[in-house]
């Protein structure tokens, strides 16, 4: 592995899956034998020609000897990304940033809602709660898409679903044909969710508009702001806390989080430009 | 076994009305059950009730010529469904339609409007208790609108 931060290391493409219309996940096999990483963490992963950019690791911590990354394809690196085929090689930094608070929330209830391709940072937050499961409390994750055909993992989600220690929850925005579950924002499904307020840690991805609603509904069963974790997505560059591009407030987003205990930045949320 | 009154006493839409008024409620109130697919009611008939979900889930559909249902909203237990039975015309704006065994307790429109005509205390504090549940739904109906998953 490389010990400058800055130049990449090449990985090989294992496999390329299609997830949803606009997903896929990336397969990567990591030249040494393992790829350490916490929950949480990201890296930069550079395609030549397209260039770099940050991207969540979304594959299970306790199985380092694949890399994976689910990203959407929306721009010029994303789209060159997705043409990758098995055999191709990618440009890999990292891994960066904060991780989600697994073992702080040891002895807690877990509640984690995210929506669309915010479940992909919390997928290895989900696998290590689940490697622990005897030491948390209730294990409660709460899912919205866009339809049915946007959700993200349905195979995983229904097994996890299928599981008696794990409350799963998802909904859709909207509906036809025969799905029968919930239809309705995301932060519809807090009220009910099965967790104690005064014990329980909060794990929320996704756009800030819905860290909003979704922080809001929380504070009303209860829960303080210092058990509300946050991952927060900027212009992520150096990932190393030099550049600035990522700047917010005080933080460095790629070197100070990406995720953050929502008491320190909640005041950055609430002013309408920083 | 647990009454109506009891049910109606201690649900959160009721919480606080006093006995007779909570009495008057449940002249005009009966239980209902539908079987999984039924449709409770379709846009543009008349309104001529409103529920309290005791147990299952119902969506609310809009019917699109060619694409059929779209289910824009579900409600499960405990929830309070259809105020078109407030404002004229008292026509129903959406399909209810059953995806889970549904019962619930059904409050007859006609009957309602008569009382809380006859007694306008009662009646504000109906209003106030529907205003809150329909700000709760538009509220998230505008979330709903912002596609927070996109970003």
């Known amino acids: 592995m490389n010990t400058d931060p800055m130049v990449p290391d090449l990985f090989r493409v294992q496999k390329v899956r299609k997830e949803t219309l606009d997903t896929f996940t990336l397969e ?47 721009g010029s690196v994303t789209n060159a990304m997705r043409k990758l085929k098995a055999g191709d090689y990618l440009g890999v930094r990292g891994p960066f940033g904060t991780k989600w608070p697994v073992d702080k929330a040891m002895g807690d209830d877990v509640v984690i809602i995210t929506g669309g391709i915010g479940l992909a940072p919390l997928r290895p937050a989900v696998y290590d709660i689940l490697a622990k499961r005897g030491r948390y409390g209730n294990v409660v ?12 993992y349905p195979k995983e989600i229904m097994g996890w679903r299928s599981r008696f220690d794990m409350d799963v929850h998802v909904t859709v925005d909207r509906a036809a044909g025969s799905w029968h579950s919930n239809v309705g924002v995301v932060t519809k499904l807090i009220p009910k969710a099965p967790f104690d307020p005064q014990n329980t840690t909060a ?15 929380l504070k009303k069963r209860g829960l303080s702001d210092d058990k509300i974790y946050v991952s927060m997505e900027r212009n992520m560059k150096c990932a190393i806390g030099f ?31 920083v | 076994m647990e009454t109506l009154k009891q049910y109606l006493q201690e649900h959160p839409f009721f919480e606080g009305l006093p006995e007779n008024d909570v009495d008057l409620l449940v002249g005009c109130a009966k239980n209902v059950r539908f079987e999984t697919g039924a449709q409770i009611f379709r846009e543009g008939e008349k309104a001529n009730q409103f529920f309290i979900l005791r147990h299952g889930r119902v969506a609310i559909d809009i019917y699109s010529p060619g694409k059929g249902n779209i289910t824009v909203e579900t409600l499960d237990a405990g929830e309070v469904f259809g105020w078109s039975w407030l404002v004229p015309p008292f026509c129903w704006n959406f399909d209810a339609r059953v995806i889970e065994l549904t019962r619930a307790v059904a409050m007859d429109a006609e009957c309602l409007r008569k009382k809380l005509k006859s007694d306008p205390r009662l009646g504000y504090e109906m209003f106030k208790r529907f205003a809150k549940v329909m700000t709760q739904r538009l509220q998230a109906q505008r979330v709903q609108l912002l596609d927070v998953y996109s970003a």
């Open chain 1, 28 to 74: 990567l096999s990591p030249k040494q034998k393992k790829f350490r990483f916490e929950p949480g963490q990201f890296n930069m992963l550079y395609v030549s020609g397209a260039g770099e950019i940050p991207i969540s690791i979304s594959g299970n911590p306790n199985q380092p000897e694949s890399l994976i990354h689910t990203t959407r394809a929306v």
């Open chain 1, 141 to 152: 994750l709460l899912y919205g898409a866009r339809t049915p055909e946007d959700i993200l």
């Open chain 1, 203 to 217: 794990f929320i991805c996704g756009p800030e508009v819905m860290i909003r609603f979704t922080t809001q509904e």
């Open chain 1, 243 to 273: 550049c600035g591009h990522c700047q917010l407030g005080p933080y460095f987003v790629c070197k100070d989080g990406p995720v953050f205990r929502y008491d320190e930045i909640k005041r950055l949320l609430e002013i309408r430009e």
